[in-house]
């Protein structure tokens, strides 16, 4: 059974969770602002439907705008039965403001299976108790379907010029990547499958592959490339050429080119010094600099004689777009203003933003730690006990719940450490500390 897009996108999203104290996990205040929401600046906001809204939007679908679960009652078609991948309403207690969004994975019993933002302090697999549910909602047909995916802001910008110097499938024999299609390598897509690519699983992913959805594609650059390079820190056209090489460099290979270029410390990992010294150059020479780098890495490596030319012609490319969005926007600066980086990369809505006490609530019972843990435990053993206990889960979708829930789980070892070099940035001697956590 095929999943819609923006289940494909929310699956993507799978662990990402607040930070505790007074950090803001960057994914989660960027829901707000796909949703369509630019004033919200911390994640006590309740963040449930900005979820929500921020995965139809990257599957090319309008949301309502809204901070409110229950907006979603009066959008798109009502439903009689679940669906997957279906908007579910809740209640919350008797409050008849208050609720819950999050989209349908499958029903046992009397609970309703949600995938959604929010659950547990995280974006998560929970839940819910059907007596709760106030309605299913699906898109209207022509309605309710927006422009493409990303058809606004930096990354959409950004993302449409890789997209065009990548092109379509291929798989050149001199290529290490073997079969890529949209710039995405075979490998890639495995792992953002959560399967594994051997030789029983090759051919089933190649034809899956050449047929990846658009908001898969956005999905996966965002989440490996654009966001890891910390390009949300920076302006068009240094965004540009930083994503582009992290694409094709390498995330880790982008940011020590883009050290050397503005003159700081070469060590791969952009913090204060880092974003101090790009703020001291003006954005066009610093590409130029950033461009002269890429060449020269592009000539030492072994394969130029093949690929050479393209690559040389990719790097000019980006080069002389990234200089007209400097020329035409009046634009000097690599950084963004700190408050740019808070609120967005451009101005998505003028609605004003409500405050609700949505089911993400906080509840003074609620412990974020013990209850990650034990929604992440409950994701990794439900996928094989679901025919036991009578699940009514499709089954590629448990694969998917259980592949992706491991991989949540394998990223709870990391949130100890991701905590201390979060304390390390906020106790750094630069407002600008923008480092994702």
């Known amino acids: 059974m095929d999943q819609p897009a923006w289940l494909q996108a929310a699956w993507a999203e799978l662990g990402v969770r607040e930070i505790p104290g007074d950090a803001n996990a960057p994914e989660i205040l960027?829901?707000?602002?796909?949703?369509?929401?630019?004033?919200?600046?911390?994640?006590?906001?309740?963040?449930?439907?900005?979820?929500?809204?921020?995965?139809?939007?990257?599957?090319?679908?309008?949301?309502?705008?809204?901070?409110?679960?229950?907006?979603?009652?009066?959008?798109?078609?009502?439903?009689?039965?679940?669906?997957?991948?279906?908007i579910?309403?809740?209640?919350?207690?008797?409050?008849?403001?208050?609720?819950?969004?999050g989209f349908v994975l499958g029903e046992a019993g009397a609970k309703l299976f949600l995938l959604g933002g929010n659950q547990g302090d995280a974006v998560a697999v929970a839940a819910f108790d059907k007596t709760r549910l106030l309605g299913l909602r699906?898109?209207?047909?022509?309605?309710?379907?927006?422009a493409p995916v990303g058809d606004d802001g930096i990354f959409a910008k950004t993302l449409a010029h890789v997209l065009e110097m990548e092109?379509?499938?291929?798989?050149?024999?001199?290529?290490?990547?073997?079969?890529?299609?949209?710039?995405?390598?075979?490998?890639v897509y495995a792992d953002f499958k959560g399967q594994t690519l051997d030789a029983s699983s090759r051919d089933r992913l190649i034809s899956e592959l050449k047929s990846i959805p658009d908001a898969t594609v956005a999905t996966i650059y965002r989440r490996r490339y654009f966001d890891p390079a910390d390009c949300p820190a920076f302006t068009a056209p240094l965004a540009l050429m930083h994503f582009d090489a992290a694409v094709n460099h390498g995330v880790g290979a982008a940011i020590r080119m883009l050290q050397q270029a503005s003159g700081a410390t070469v060590d791969g990992e952009i913090g204060p010094e880092t974003l101090s010294a790009?703020?001291?150059r003006n954005v066009s020479d610093l590409i130029?600099?950033?461009?002269?780098?890429?060449?020269?890495?592009?000539?030492?490596?072994?394969?130029?004689?093949?690929?050479?030319?393209?690559?040389?012609?990719?790097?000019?490319?980006?080069?002389a777009l990234g200089n007209s969005w400097a020329t035409a926007d009046g634009i000097t600066r690599g950084l963004l203003e700190p408050a740019q980086n808070a609120k967005g990369e451009n101005t998505m809505s003028n609605q004003t933003t409500t405050t609700t006490t949505d089911d993400s609530a906080k509840w003074w019972a609620q412990s974020k730690t013990m209850w990650g843990i034990l929604i992440t435990a409950a994701s990794t053993v439900l996928p094989a006990l679901a025919p036991a206990?009578?699940?009514?889960?499709?089954?590629?979708?448990?694969?998917?719940?259980g592949d992706q829930a491991i991989t949540a789980a394998q990223a709870i070892g990391g949130l100890i450490g991701s905590a201390l070099a979060i304390y390390g940035r906020f106790t750094a001697s630069s407002v600008l500390s923008l480092r994702k956590s």
């Not at 699906?138 to 927006?146: C, L, R, V």
């Open 30 to 86: 960027r829901y707000f602002r796909d949703a369509g929401d630019e004033t919200v600046e911390t994640e006590a906001t309740p963040w449930c439907a900005a979820f929500a809204g921020a995965m139809l939007k990257r599957a090319g679908v309008s949301g309502t705008g809204s901070l409110l679960a229950r907006s979603y009652l009066d959008w798109g078609d009502a439903l009689d039965d679940t669906r997957l991948g279906a």
């Open 88 to 101: 579910a309403v809740l209640a919350r207690g008797d409050d008849p403001t208050t609720g819950h969004v």
């Open 138 to 146: 699906w898109p209207k047909d022509e309605s309710e379907t927006a």
């Open 167 to 187: 092109g379509g499938y291929t798989d050149d024999p001199y290529d290490p990547g073997g079969p890529t299609n949209r710039g995405i390598t075979l490998q």
């Open 278 to 280: 790009i703020g001291t």
């Open 288 to 319: 130029e600099s950033y461009a002269d780098i890429r060449r020269a890495r592009y000539r030492a490596l072994p394969h130029f004689w093949r690929f050479g030319r393209g690559w040389l012609k990719r790097v000019d490319a980006t080069l």
């Open 389 to 401: 206990i009578g699940v009514s889960l499709p089954a590629d979708v448990i694969q998917t719940f």
